[in-house]
């Protein structure tokens, strides 16, 4: 796994600090291994590689248990599979035999529908992001951050970042979102020069951020969650009495929200941090979407969710996409990548390695490009 010895962990991206917990347990020797979504930061290979690993811990008699949503990995290298829900376990029982439809329902409850593709007919429109030779630096000035990146993203259209944890990833992520001055190079909304702007101006200028650290910088964890969807929106007009907040109004806006996106377990005085994380991030969604953008940035929006939250948030993307919103997805997941996006882009060491029509990309080939292998073919 490559990782910098000299980074503090605080400054990893979330998928980073991950790989430093897989190499620490790996590296122990352990009798009992416990895997919390182990594959979200490798490549289909390195995924391949350790299930491998695992296999053979566990035919030298090691007990391992995987906690996972991705339903392929738990068919391929269970010997018994245990759904939960609520709590509480739902069945238990030999993976053999068990499919991923039958899984699904038990986790959720009822069938999980596939997300809609684009509406027939429909094409992406006028460019709403541009960025041009865009150079980030690292976490604390230090090297691996973005270099000389160029890319598009158009209306009505989902551009997909692929590539493993650590790749330059976070660090693009911040300076569209405008937490993190780029060093060289130009990022366009519509046709403004945003380079320099703050945060706040972007957001009231059409820009929308789902941050890839839901509770430590998607939402104020103190705050109830209607307060919390308040945070975008409080300087409108419309919320406002003279020098005062329209608390009523805003109060009647949050409980819209709160039914139209599902959003389950809001109480009075309850702070959002006492809910799940597929309800936080549902709340995160309705704040960015309800101001109607004409861009969405999106780091990481299903990491951890279960299959139902996961099947939500992915559907409201394709549903924005669908309704004019242009979207760029920056996401390990490879599935869901391919799944959501119109184009793709591979990124490794900071730089674009590859461009990709969704029908023309194979998860092998992507795969390669996420570990380093053939670049400088005509692919990159």
């Known amino acids: 796994m490559e990782l910098d010895p000299f980074v503090a962990v605080g400054d990893l991206s979330v998928g980073q600090r991950q790989r430093v917990e897989i190499a620490r347990l790996l590296h122990r020797g352990v009798r009992v291994l416990i895997l919390d979504e182990p594959t979200s930061v490798l490549t289909p290979q390195e995924s391949d590689t350790l299930f491998a690993n695992v296999r053979g811990l566990a035919a030298a008699g090691q007990g391992i248990i995987i906690v996972t949503h991705k339903l392929n990995e738990v068919l391929a ?10 709590g509480k376990v739902v069945s238990s029982r030999p993976a053999e035999g068990a499919t991923a439809g039958s899984l699904s329902r038990e986790m959720v409850g009822r069938d999980v529908e596939g997300v809609e593709g684009r509406r027939a007919g429909s ?6 992001l541009q960025v041009d030779r865009l150079t980030v630096p690292g976490a604390s000035g230090s090297a691996g951050g973005v270099e000389d990146v160029s890319f598009s993203v158009r209306r009505g259209e989902i551009l997909g970042v692929c590539g493993v944890s650590g790749n330059g990833q976070k660090e693009l992520a911040d300076a569209l979102a405008g937490t993190r001055a780029p ?13 320099r ?3 706040a101006y972007r957001c009231d200028n059409g820009m929308a951020y789902i ?5 430590a910088t998607g939402i104020a964890a103190g705050l109830s969650i209607e307060d919390n969807l308040m945070l975008r929106s409080y300087r409108d007009p419309a919320l406002r009495l003279g020098p005062l907040l329209n608390y009523s109004r805003a109060r009647e806006i949050a409980r819209n929200l709160i039914r139209e996106f599902d959003i389950r377990g809001v109480r009075a005085g309850v702070p959002a941090s006492a809910l799940s994380g597929g309800n936080v991030q549902r709340a995160i969604l309705a704040r960015e979407i309800h101001r109607r953008p004409s861009l969405l940035v999106a780091a ?4 951890g969710l279960d299959v139902g939250a996961t099947e939500a948030v992915r559907r409201a993307l394709a549903d924005g996409r669908n309704d004019g ?4 997805l920056i996401s390990e997941d490879l599935d869901e990548v391919l799944s959501l996006s119109d184009r793709l882009i591979v990124m490794f060491k900071g730089r674009v390695v590859g461009t990709f029509a969704v029908a023309d990309a194979s998860v092998g080939r992507l795969g390669e490009l996420m570990a380093g292998v053939g670049i400088g073919t005509e692919d990159a």
């Open 300 to 303: 990481s929006p299903t990491r």
């Open 123 to 128: 094409e992406p429109g006028r460019v709403v």
């Open 211 to 215: 941050p890839e650290d839901r509770m």
């Open 197 to 199: 702007r703050s945060a």
């Open 77 to 86: 290298v269970a010997d018994r599979v245990t759904v939960m829900r609520a």
């Open 183 to 195: 060093t060289t190079g130009s990022i366009r909304l519509h046709t403004e020069d945003i380079s």
């Open 325 to 328: 919103l242009a979207v760029l």
